[in-house]
């Protein structure tokens, strides 16, 4: 069976350090893979999402990038964090060519930025 | 464009009632999908019901159901017999037939009570 793995669970970094954020998916080749920022009264915001490997593409320009070396593998980072940057991330994949089916979300990464 | 609208950002229902949760959208797509996904208190965001639009008949999983009225492009769910363990915040979202990217609302909050 296909599992998401991110990690990890909670960071509190400070204002100007850099991010890594991981993100794998197992029992599966080839997924779709989305990171997304869900921010208090806000719903979510897809951030960049990857149909494939060094295949990126951003949604919402920002203090942000996003990278995926590997076919199972989706790596958000940041080479300098903003206050603004605090938030709970979520990935999640999605078979290719059936995004329509849903997603599958990752259990998030709860980022507090001080 | 697409956008989605969550009007009720809190609701409760006493254990065993039965719950509606509102959604309107708005798309300009001619064939697009519809979901509704829950975040527990775990934070892990889960499908819990998906509607085709080209398809009239209602979607229904066990106790949950929509009310899916294409022309009021409105997405209901409703939860019959509600327990405890629908605690959680409820996403309802959309996304163009064929296209990765889902456009999600800001969620409504319900509490089952006891």
């Known amino acids: 069976s296909q599992t998401i793995h991110q990690w990890p669970a909670t960071l509190v970094q400070p204002v100007g350090s850099p991010l890594s954020l991981e993100c794998t998916v197992e029992?599966?080749?080839?997924?779709?893979l989305y990171w997304y920022r869900q921010a208090a009264g806000r719903g979510l915001q897809l951030l960049f999402y990857?149909?494939?490997?060094?295949?990126i593409s951003s949604e919402v320009p920002q203090n942000l990038s996003a990278s995926r070396p590997q076919d199972r593998q989706f790596i958000l980072s940041s080479k300098k964090l903003l206050l603004s940057d605090s938030g709970f991330y979520l990935c999640?994949?999605?078979?290719?060519?059936?995004?329509?089916?849903?997603?599958?979300f990752g259990s998030g990464t709860r980022l507090t930025v001080v | 464009a697409q956008t989605v609208t969550q009007s009720q950002p809190e609701m409760s229902v006493q254990e065993a009632e039965t719950v509606t949760l509102s959604c309107t959208y708005d798309?300009?797509?001619?064939?697009?999908?519809l979901f509704w996904y829950k975040q527990p208190p775990s934070r892990q965001m889960i499908l819990v019901i998906r509607?085709?639009?080209?398809?009239?008949q209602n979607a229904t999983e066990n106790r949950f159901s929509v009310n899916f009225q294409k022309a009021a492009k409105s997405f209901s769910l409703k939860i019959s017999d509600s327990q405890l363990g629908d605690t959680a915040m409820y996403f309802c979202?959309?996304?163009?037939?064929?296209?990765?990217?889902?456009?999600f609302g800001i969620g409504t909050k319900l509490q089952v009570i006891p």
């Open positions: 029992g599966t080749s080839n997924p779709n």
């Open positions: 990857s149909v494939g490997i060094g295949q």
């Open positions: 999640a994949w999605s078979a290719l060519g059936q995004g329509n089916y849903g997603y599958t």
């Open positions: 509607q085709e639009a080209y398809k009239q």
């Open positions: 798309t300009s797509e001619s064939n697009y999908y």
């Open positions: 979202a959309v996304a163009p037939r064929g296209y990765q990217k889902v456009t």
